[in-house]
């Protein structure tokens, strides 16, 4: 059964940092990954999609990127801003066919101050 | 257009209650998605519609819980009989057509809570 873990469940970093989210899941027979992030109240807001046969993706100060042979993922943060304090979640997609729900994993919820 | 909505935005009922949750995808997505999140969880998929049939209904958890598209685009989820248990935030999605290349687009949701 596949499972996704999210590393660290907290995070807080001052203003400017750089910072790493970490995701993993058990079984590398995934389509692809999505990240996401959830503001308190609010439903997901998609961030970045990496296929499978993809390492990376990027948009604006965020990549991510995907290792499926060693079940990991990383979402990387550039230059921090308070407004990305919010809960980050991972999510697989794992088989390749339509209809796929997503497994997620618990989350980041990461806080910026400035 | 508008992006999925949901409603209510938020349900306060009694145990052994009957509620129903309303989700309306973006217009034009053959695909629907429902997911529950609890407290500190990820979502959990509950089940998926490809048009107006359930294509997968895997991750409903008992027999009290239903959903229903009859016109392939509005989704009903109705739990009958709730328990406290079932307090969490109800997560509807939407995708163009299902394909593992499609986005799942989500609504802000529909907080249940059961007294």
């Known amino acids: 059964k596949q499972e996704v873990t999210q590393i660290p469940a907290a995070l807080s970093v001052p203003e400017g940092e750089n910072l790493v989210l970490n995701c993993s899941f058990t079984?590398?027979?995934?389509?692809?990954l999505q990240w996401f992030r959830q503001d308190p109240g609010k439903g997901l807001t998609s961030l970045l999609l990496i296929q499978s046969s993809q390492r990376e993706q990027t948009s604006g100060r965020l990549n991510a990127s995907l290792d499926k042979s060693s079940g990991r993922s990383t979402l990387y943060i550039a230059a921090s801003q308070p407004g990305d304090s919010a809960t980050y979640l991972c999510a697989v997609s794992p088989r390749p066919q339509a209809g796929t729900a997503l497994i997620f994993g618990k989350g980041t919820t990461l806080s910026v101050s400035s | 257009g508008a992006g999925v909505s949901q409603t209510p935005s938020n349900k306060v009922t009694e145990k052994g209650k009957y509620v129903e949750l309303r989700c309306d995808p973006i217009?034009?997505?053959?695909?629907l998605y429902w997911y529950r999140q609890s407290l500190g969880q990820g979502p959990e998929f509950l089940i998926y519609f490809q048009g107006t049939g359930a294509a997968d209904d895997s991750g409903l958890p008992n027999d009290r819980f239903f959903a229903v598209r009859p016109e392939g685009s509005v989704s009903t989820l109705k739990i009958q009989r709730t328990e406290r248990g079932d307090s969490a935030v109800y997560l509807c999605a939407s995708s163009l057509r299902g394909g593992p290349f499609d986005e799942q687009f989500f609504g802000p949701g529909t907080r249940l809570t059961v007294l």
């Open positions: 217009s034009g997505h053959t695909a």
């Open positions: 079984d590398s027979a995934i389509y692809n």
